[in-house]
């Protein structure tokens, strides 16, 4: 039903900047949310941004400031820009979808459990 595909990903140094894409096939209907996620090795998977079906974002303390979740629907991509990398970023990132109704941002969108769609990951790597 639905394709998510993370590219974008590398090693990078600390302050560097990062634009991570997240190409979209397939139909959602009825609506739809998206979401950026990141895992450490041996750490849970955390939400850094989400964009409601209105395309108003949310994002994360730790992130604020300095991730940007956008989309370019006529290239069906959703992007995050990171600036400022920290080693603690150091993280596979993933793009995540889910189909619903929902319209207002909420902290919902940052919830692994809200997405049933995933992609696989890109890998980013911040040496200090």
């Known amino acids: 039903q639905v394709q998510l595909v993370e590219s974008g990903g590398g090693s990078v140094q600390a302050g560097r900047s990062l634009r991570l894409s997240c190409a979209v096939s397939?139909?959602?209907?009825?609506?739809?949310?998206m979401g950026w996620f990141r895992q450490a090795p041996g750490a849970e998977r955390e939400g850094v941004a989400g964009?409601?079906?209105?395309?108003?974002?949310i994002y994360s303390d730790s992130v604020k400031g300095r991730f940007t979740i956008s989309k370019d629907d006529a290239k069906n991509i959703l992007y995050l820009e990171i600036n400022s990398l920290k080693p603690e970023d150091t993280a596979m990132y993933y793009c995540?979808?889910?189909?619903?109704?929902?319209?207002?941002?909420?902290?919902?969108?940052?919830?692994?459990?809200?997405?049933?769609?995933w992609g696989q990951g890109t890998q980013v790597t911040v040496s200090s």
């Open positions: 995540a979808a889910n189909g619903g109704r929902h319209i207002r941002a909420g902290w919902y969108l940052l919830q692994k459990t809200s997405y049933n769609y």
């Open positions: 397939g139909n959602i209907y009825g609506g739809y949310y």
């Open positions: 964009m409601a079906s209105d395309g108003n974002t």
